[in-house]
């Protein structure tokens, strides 16, 4: 079959989520969407590994110990009262590692929801990064990955 077009998709209409229930841990998560998220930007998702070399080695060896599911950092139009934003903040403050989800767009094929990545993430850094007199203020976050991140395709 010849290439007619792409079939990829973008990322407009994704949403990051973050569990709004007692302590970010009820069970089904009170899903609470994070507005004006301007990027989403995944970091350092990888296997770790160790130096496997011994005297019987004819080059050096590897073996992948434990996955490092990375980072996500984000950057959002400042909105102090925003629900979302405003949990980012306590889980920041408190210290605590928050359940959260991203949710892509749907694609084709797909009538319900869009592939989706759930997992427990540490609030690492939020801060306002610039203040300019012409530009909206942004806030930055990174959210450090603690366990497992699950896929659940879109359906």
Known sequence: MAYIQTKSTGGLGT???IDGGAGFVASPPTWVTIGEIKNL??????????DATNLSSA???FIATIRNCGSWDLTVNRVPNDAGQVLLQSA???RVAARCQIVLPLEAGQTVAGDAFAFNAIVEKLMISNIEPSKIIPLEAALKIT??????PGS
């Not at 930007?41 to 590994?49: C, F, H, L, R």
């Not at 366990?147 to 659940?152: F, K, N, R, S, V």
């Open 59 to 61: 080059a050096r060896e």
């Open 147 to 152: 366990g497992q991140e699950y896929y659940t």
């Open 41 to 50: 930007k995944k970091t350092g998702d990888m296997n770790e590994t160790d």
């Open 92 to 94: 920041f403050t408190q």
């Open 15 to 17: 949403i990051l989520q």
